[in-house]
C-alpha cells in the first residue's frame, strides 16, 4: 500500500489502455483508476450516450461503441486505438453482465444465509 502510494501518478504513464465495458460499475473504475495514474484509455462499451460523456469530460479518454461479442467492431475498434493513441499496452477485458440464476435465489431467499447467492455464465 505504502509502495502504491509512494508511486501515484506514474503507474500508467504512456500507457494505452483499452477498457471493455467502462461506461460503469468495475470497469468505470478501472477507466478512472489508470487516467489518474497517467494513462490513456479507450473505453470499448455499448452505452454510447454515457460513454461519449465520459471521453468529453477527459482528454485521456476516448469512446468508442463496441460489441466485445462481435468480432469486426472489436477489430476496427483496436485499430481506432492505434490511429488515435500510436500504441496499445493493456487491455481490461472486463465487459459483461451479472446473471442471478433464477434457483440459486431462491433457495438463497429460503435459507437463513445472509446475502444472496450469485452465478455467472
Ligand atoms: N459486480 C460483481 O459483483 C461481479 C462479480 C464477479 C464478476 N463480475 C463481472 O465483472 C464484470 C463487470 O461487472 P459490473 O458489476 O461492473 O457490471 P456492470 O453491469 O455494472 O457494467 C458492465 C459494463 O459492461 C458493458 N457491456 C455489457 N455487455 C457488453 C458488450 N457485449 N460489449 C461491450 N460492453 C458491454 C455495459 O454496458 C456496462 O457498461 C462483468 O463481466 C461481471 O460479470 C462482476
Redesign the pocket.
Known amino acids: 500500500m505504502r509502495y502504491m502510494r509512494e508511486k501515484k501518478g506514474l503507474r500508467f504513464e504512456d500507457k494505452v489502455a483499452i477498457v471493455?465495458?467502462?461506461?460503469?460499475?468495475?470497469?468505470?473504475g478501472c477507466v478512472d483508476v489508470l487516467v489518474e495514474e497517467g494513462g490513456k484509455v479507450a473505453v470499448?462499451?455499448?452505452?454510447d450516450s454515457?460513454g461519449k460523456d465520459l471521453a468529453s469530460g477527459c482528454h485521456n479518454v476516448i469512446y468508442i461503441h463496441?460489441?466485445?461479442?462481435n468480432d469486426d467492431e472489436m477489430k476496427n475498434g483496436v485499430q481506432s486505438v492505434i490511429q488515435n493513441f500510436g500504441k496499445l499496452d493493456l487491455l481490461v477485458n472486463?465487459?459483461?453482465?451479472?446473471h442471478i440464476d433464477p434457483v440459486l435465489h431462491s433457495l438463497a431467499e429460503e435459507t437463513p444465509m445472509p446475502g444472496h447467492m450469485?452465478a455467472?455464465p
Not at 471493455?20 to 468505470?28: E, K, L
Not at 463496441?66 to 461479442?69: A, L, Q, T
Open positions: 471493455t465495458g467502462g461506461c460503469q460499475g468495475i470497469g468505470r470499448f462499451d455499448i452505452k454515457v463496441c460489441d466485445v461479442r472486463n465487459a459483461g453482465y451479472e450469485f455467472w
